[in-house]
């Protein structure tokens, strides 16, 4: 009997075991249930969307469609690659453009400087051209006053010599002479 019961207790105790698995089973099915059902209902919204998504799917070819139409009308070229390379080399040339304009800009900006400083230096030289000119003027009345200062000194100098012709001829005494030089 007792022998009995311990092998009833031990399979009474598998038996538990065994309940205690399938409940930790029966939860562990249930999360996935639960997973599986939040995945259906997420494919079926999907699917509700697949229509909607083909729809615009379609518009998104057409459209497709239509701008390599109008890229190969444009271009006048029989494939997309070759409007791709086409533009590629637009791109190469815009590149090369814009960086020419930069250069020019730079060039434009030296110029300007250079001018500048050109204009101020033209401006100095009017300033010493108006010094200059002033100077010739006051040079040029400087020799007018020095050309009457001889025409005195020689008129003067033509009368001293008759003065002396004069003396000596008359006969004047040396002294006088002598004070008049």
Not at 46 to 56: F, G, H, R
Not at 116 to 140: P, V
């Amino acid at each position: 009997m007792i022998l009995q019961l311990e092998k009833e207790i031990a399979k009474l105790q598998t038996v538990n075991q065994l309940y205690r698995e399938t409940a930790a089973n029966e939860l562990l099915l249930k999360e996935q249930i639960a997973a599986l059902q939040e995945n259906l209902k997420r494919s079926k919204e999907k699917c509700a969307s697949i229509p909607s998504l083909e729809l615009d799917l379609k518009k998104a070819r057409d459209q497709l469609t239509e701008w390599e139409n109008q890229a190969q009308n444009l271009f006048n070229t029989p494939s997309l690659s070759q409007v791709t390379q086409m533009v590629e080399e637009m791109r190469q040339k815009e590149l090369m453009l814009v960086n020419d304009v930069g250069n020019l800009q730079l060039e434009l900006n030296s110029m300007n400087r250079a001018y500048s400083a050109l204009a101020e230096r033209l401006e100095t030289t009017k300033g010493e051209g108006k010094a200059k000119t002033e100077l010739e003027d006051r040079i040029k009345k400087l020799e007018r006053k020095l050309m009457v200062v001889q025409r005195d000194r020689d008129h003067y100098r033509a009368v001293s010599e008759m003065y002396e012709k004069e003396m000596t001829h008359i006969g004047g005494s040396k002294e006088i002479a002598y004070l008049f030089n």
